[in-house]
């Protein structure tokens, strides 16, 4: 008989299946138990049939069943190696001579245990064996059966044709694992991927508070630093009353970063107040304006969060680089979208200003990005083309 093609003698199952639980992936708690006992089964069948097969002897027939039942015990160890231990083509010869002897062992004494040696044989085929090979060894070892049975009892039985049938039993069992090493695969897959998600979740949230941090501190201590710096060299050069007045501002400069710092504070914990009620919050100087435009309607919350935060950074920068200036905050509302300007009508040019990390429009930029926003930002106003500055922001509903 020509023996199958080796590319399609091993399944897709793991090698160490029949040897231990340590590389047999994905099994359940049934199928490691049967791991774990089938030496003590394959011992107590072997051992039976040893005790119950006759007649044994070392000549005539019971030399022929002493010669099967050694080839048959071998046949059966073969079940507790390690298949990796073998090549795909010795293991399917070794297999198939195990099926040969298995058949002819059953009609050498039907009433024996050395009947389970058959279909033994034949699920351990296709346990271990892809479809077509298992199915070529089950053939051979039930019509080694019946063909034995027919010559030593000169007639013909049918049953023997059914000790391959347990082939059916072994590929049922190795989809069922098969089936199972990919579930749990998927399941450590999901688990990666939902790491991943989590620490890209962390890496965005440190971002968030990186951002709140610059928005709050970094602003409040530069100014209240300039601020304090100025009045040590006023009151150096016994300019008293200008120094003292350095030091009110810092002190304004403090009230308002505490006042900021609320606001972060308000805006990490995901606690959101109105758009509207949130650019007044911010608009609280004698030179600023608040104006809407259209039917207003209430973005998400995020949305709120960030573009108070875009806004009180466009609002710091401008009471920096442009104090005493008109700033004006608009906020227009379409059935579409969201467009939200804040302008002051004087401020340096972007070209001519040095000063700042520009971590400010970093982090703009990157809030507009979070809710699917376009922010653009440069000097100029409608009124002036020349001067000013203007940031502008537009988000879809």
Do not use: C
Request: glycine letters at 10%; zero cysteines; charged letters at 20%.
């Amino acid at each position: 008989m020509r023996a199958p093609k080796l590319s399609r003698l091993s399944p897709p199952v793991p090698s160490s299946g029949f040897v231990g639980t340590e590389g047999y992936v994905g099994t359940g708690l049934a199928d490691t138990t049967m791991i774990r006992l089938m030496p003590l089964i394959n011992l107590a069948v072997v051992v039976w049939a040893w005790f119950t097969v006759a007649p044994l002897g070392f000549s005539g027939a019971g030399l022929y069943g002493l010669i099967l039942m050694v080839l048959g015990t071998f046949g059966m160890s073969l079940r507790l190696l390690d298949p990796a231990t073998l090549t795909d083509r010795v293991r399917f010869v070794a297999t198939l001579g195990a099926g040969i002897v298995a058949g002819l062992l059953f009609a050498f004494d039907p009433t024996s245990a050395a009947t389970a040696f058959a279909p033994i044989v034949a699920g351990t085929a296709g346990f271990r064996f892809s479809a077509i090979p298992a199915i070529v060894i089950a053939g051979v070892t039930s019509a080694t059966a019946f063909v034995a049975m027919a010559v030593k009892f000169d007639g013909t039985s049918y049953y023997p044709l059914l000790v391959g049938l347990a082939v059916l039993i072994g590929m049922t069992r190795r989809d069922r694992s098969e089936a199972m090493r990919l579930a749990r695969e998927k399941v450590e897959q999901t688990d990666r991927a939902i790491a991943s998600e989590s620490r890209a979740q962390v890496l965005a949230e440190r971002a968030r508070v990186a951002r709140e941090i610059h928005d709050v501190l970094a602003h409040s201590l530069s100014g209240v630093n300039m601020q304090l710096n100025l009045a040590d060299a006023l009151l150096e050069d016994g300019r008293a009353e200008d120094g003292r007045q350095a030091v009110r501002t810092a002190q304004g400069m403090v009230a308002d970063g505490l006042v900021e710092a609320r606001r972060a504070v308000y805006a990490l914990r995901e606690e959101s107040r109105g758009l509207v009620a949130s650019m007044v919050s911010l608009v609280t100087g004698d030179d600023e304006t608040l104006s809407t435009d259209g039917d207003p309607w209430e973005p998400a919350p995020d949305v709120v969060a960030h573009l108070t935060r875009i806004v009180g950074e466009a609002l710091t920068n401008a009471r920096r680089h442009a104090s005493g200036a008109p700033i004006s905050v608009a906020l227009e509302f379409a059935p579409d979208r969201l467009r939200v300007s804040v302008v002051n009508d004087r401020a340096t040019h972007a070209e001519e200003f040095t000063g700042g990390s520009g971590m400010g429009l970093i982090g703009m930029r990157e809030r507009a990005a979070e809710i699917g926003a376009s922010l653009t930002t440069g000097p100029g106003t409608a009124a002036d083309p020349d001067a000013g500055w203007t940031v502008t922001i537009e988000v879809p509903r």
